[in-house]
């Protein structure tokens, strides 16, 4: 999106929360178009006497509250489920206020929606992690997804698997990119164990691209179970909606993949989209705003010629105890989140579903590196990185009470913590003259890691400095780099 479309559609979010309308509304009365913010968030333009018709209707019916909307360009909402993390595509598109009248239009165009009874501190802007350029373009420049999965493999050394199978929960796939690569480090480590993984993955897209990977594994490993599910953290550890009518609707659906090459399981796999659009459907939450699913939905998926030996380890409704031997919880929330929210909503529940001798690795943002450095050369108070892994066990030994004495909490020092990954560059690009594009790289990713909203970015921009800030930093430390903090909670004996 670039920066005058990205402007006006912050315009008509302020007026739209501002005056309580739905986005579709606003869209039908200004240009007959309903989906008017819908493609704008995909990339699509306005011709200049549309955007002019645009910001006449707003100056027009402009109420005074709207121009508060720039002073709460920091305020962030907390969500039902922890569905806030670094990878953006959550699939919610904006900050909206609906009532009883367009809940259902708001749902069907995955627009966050607000309870009626919000107060005008409950909104909110155009949330930071829904840009998925940001995202893709972060993925591509930098190798943090290798460090990270580099850094679960190290788990694999203090696994104990019983039978049937070495089990492992993924709390945010993504793109599967690090499951993956961990699944290559399981077989290479446990050649002949069954594996039972579960991962969780609320984005429709992320799923797509992470059935794209997984034909390989499974040429590899033959005795392999994978579950993806887009249940909240407190359920789908053990696969279970939370409450009667959520588990009325479960949407369950197995698939046993047939052939002995992965073309062939690549393509009953893509044939999976018609299910995939239908069960990975999102909603907002009329309290928080935040993406929801619309019904909660399980894929497993093995191969056929394995059932038999697998018959033990393929899940069955209702029947799924936890017991993992790792959990993998890698950036599953903002950093600006408070340490009770991340406990409550995400810790808490991953550690419950442990086995005896399981092992829960959970990585993060820290900061204190370049990357900081340049988003504090144009924001100097920003400290987005406020909760560190000590803060976290704190909490978390509160929460679990008397229950607290059944696990070890290694923090670790700084030296054994910290990952360091960087953003790929060539020597000669940051020694002499720094291309366009490699100050475009690092200023992306500085401001996605650093969790930097769009309606800040934009004064930014348009002052101009920022390349000169980055091209500064480049150079000072002849790249960009960057600090995520591990920590890991096992479980007693």
């Given at each position: 999106?670039?920066?005058?479309?990205?402007?006006?559609l912050?315009?008509?979010?302020?007026?739209?929360?501002?005056?309580?309308?739905?986005?579709?509304?606003?869209g039908?009365?200004?240009?007959?178009?309903?989906?008017l913010c819908?493609?704008l968030r995909?990339?699509?333009?306005?011709?200049?006497?549309?955007?002019?018709?645009?910001?006449?209707?707003?100056?027009?019916?402009?109420?005074?509250r709207?121009?508060?909307?720039?002073?709460k360009?920091?305020?962030?909402?907390?969500?039902d489920?922890?569905?806030t993390?670094?990878?953006?595509n959550?699939?919610?598109?904006?900050?909206?206020r609906?009532?009883?009248?367009?809940?259902?239009?708001?749902?069907?165009?995955?627009?966050p929606?607000q309870?009626?009874?919000?107060s005008?501190?409950?909104?909110?802007?155009?949330?930071?992690?829904?840009?998925r350029?940001?995202?893709?373009?972060?993925?591509?420049?930098?190798n943090?997804?290798?460090?990270?999965?580099?850094?679960?493999?190290?788990?694999?050394?203090?696994?104990k698997?019983?039978?049937?199978?070495?089990?492992?929960?993924?709390?945010?796939m993504g793109?599967?990119?690090v499951?993956?690569?961990?699944?290559?480090?399981?077989h290479?480590?446990?050649?002949?164990?069954?594996?039972f993984?579960?991962?969780?993955?609320?984005?429709?897209e992320?799923?797509?691209?992470?059935?794209?990977?997984?034909p390989?594994?499974?040429m590899?490993?033959?005795?392999s179970?994978v579950?993806?599910?887009?249940m909240?953290?407190?359920?789908a550890?053990?696969?279970?909606p939370?409450?009667?009518?959520?588990?009325?609707?479960l949407?369950?659906?197995?698939?046993?993949?047939?052939?002995?090459?992965?073309?062939?399981y690549?393509?009953?796999?893509a044939?999976l989209?018609?299910y995939?659009?239908?069960?990975?459907?999102?909603?907002?939450?009329?309290r928080?705003g935040n993406?929801?699913?619309?019904r909660p939905s399980?894929?497993?998926?093995?191969?056929?010629?394995?059932?038999?030996?697998?018959?033990?380890?393929?899940?069955r409704p209702?029947?799924?105890?936890?017991?993992?031997?790792?959990?993998l919880?890698?950036?599953p929330?903002?950093?600006?989140?408070s340490?009770?929210?991340?406990?409550?909503k995400?810790?808490?529940p991953?550690?419950?579903?442990?086995a005896p001798?399981g092992?829960?690795?959970?990585?993060?943002?820290?900061?204190?590196?370049?990357a900081?450095?340049l988003v504090?050369?144009?924001?100097p108070?920003e400290?987005p990185?406020?909760?560190?892994?000590?803060?976290?066990?704190?909490?978390?030994?509160?929460?679990l009470?008397?229950?607290a004495?059944?696990y070890n909490?290694?923090?670790?020092?700084d030296a054994?913590s910290?990952?360091?990954?960087?953003?790929?560059?060539?020597?000669?690009?940051?020694?002499?003259?720094?291309?366009?594009?490699?100050?475009f790289?690092?200023?992306?990713?500085?401001?996605y890691?650093?969790?930097i909203?769009?309606?800040?970015?934009?004064?930014?921009?348009?002052?101009?400095?920022?390349?000169?800030?980055?091209?500064?930093v480049?150079k000072k430390?002849?790249?960009?780099?960057f600090n995520?903090?591990?920590f890991?909670v096992s479980?007693?004996?």
């Amino acid at each position: 999106m670039n920066s005058a479309t990205n402007a006006l559609l912050g315009e008509i979010e302020a007026y739209c929360r501002s005056s309580g309308i739905a986005e579709s509304t606003f869209g039908k009365l200004v240009v007959n178009d309903g989906k008017l913010c819908t493609r704008l968030r995909e990339g699509k333009n306005v011709t200049l006497d549309t955007a002019d018709r645009i910001r006449t209707f707003i100056h027009e019916h402009q109420q005074p509250r709207a121009t508060d909307a720039g002073d709460k360009a920091g305020k962030r909402v907390e969500g039902d489920d922890a569905m806030t993390d670094r990878n953006p595509n959550r699939t919610a598109r904006a900050a909206t206020r609906s009532n009883s009248a367009n809940r259902e239009a708001a749902a069907s165009t995955r627009a966050p929606a607000q309870s009626e009874s919000s107060s005008s501190s409950d909104d909110r802007p155009f949330r930071f992690y829904d840009n998925r350029q940001k995202y893709l373009a972060f993925v591509n420049t930098t190798n943090e997804k290798r460090k990270v999965a580099e850094r679960a493999a190290r788990e694999l050394t203090h696994l104990k698997p019983t039978p049937p199978a070495l089990r492992v929960f993924d709390a945010g796939m993504g793109d599967a990119t690090v499951l993956t690569q961990l699944m290559r480090s399981m077989h290479r480590r446990f050649p002949i164990t069954p594996f039972f993984i579960v991962a969780k993955e609320i984005s429709l897209e992320d799923v797509r691209l992470s059935l794209e990977k997984l034909p390989d594994r499974f040429m590899e490993h033959p005795a392999s179970v994978v579950v993806i599910t887009n249940m909240y953290y407190a359920e789908a550890p053990w696969l279970r909606p939370g409450s009667v009518r959520s588990a009325a609707a479960l949407n369950w659906r197995e698939v046993a993949l047939d052939g002995d090459t992965a073309a062939e399981y690549d393509e009953q796999l893509a044939a999976l989209d018609p299910y995939l659009v239908d069960g990975w459907q999102v909603k907002s939450s009329e309290r928080t705003g935040n993406p929801i699913y619309v019904r909660p939905s399980v894929l497993v998926i093995y191969r056929r010629d394995h059932s038999f030996l697998l018959d033990s380890v393929i899940p069955r409704p209702g029947q799924v105890d936890g017991n993992y031997d790792l959990a993998l919880a890698s950036q599953p929330w903002r950093a600006r989140m408070s340490a009770e929210f991340k406990v409550k909503k995400v810790l808490a529940p991953l550690v419950e579903s442990l086995a005896p001798a399981g092992r829960l690795l959970v990585v993060q943002s820290f900061g204190n590196d370049p990357a900081l450095e340049l988003v504090q050369k144009v924001w100097p108070d920003e400290e987005p990185f406020r909760v560190n892994r000590h803060e976290l066990i704190r909490v978390l030994r509160d929460e679990l009470g008397r229950d607290a004495r059944n696990y070890n909490f290694v923090s670790g020092s700084d030296a054994k913590s910290l990952i360091r990954y960087e953003m790929h560059t060539l020597p000669s690009e940051v020694q002499q003259s720094i291309g366009t594009s490699t100050l475009f790289a690092a200023w992306n990713a500085s401001v996605y890691v650093n969790q930097i909203e769009d309606e800040r970015l934009e004064p930014a921009i348009t002052a101009g400095e920022y390349l000169r800030h980055t091209a500064d930093v480049l150079k000072k430390h002849e790249g960009l780099w960057f600090n995520d903090e591990a920590f890991v909670v096992s479980r007693k004996r």
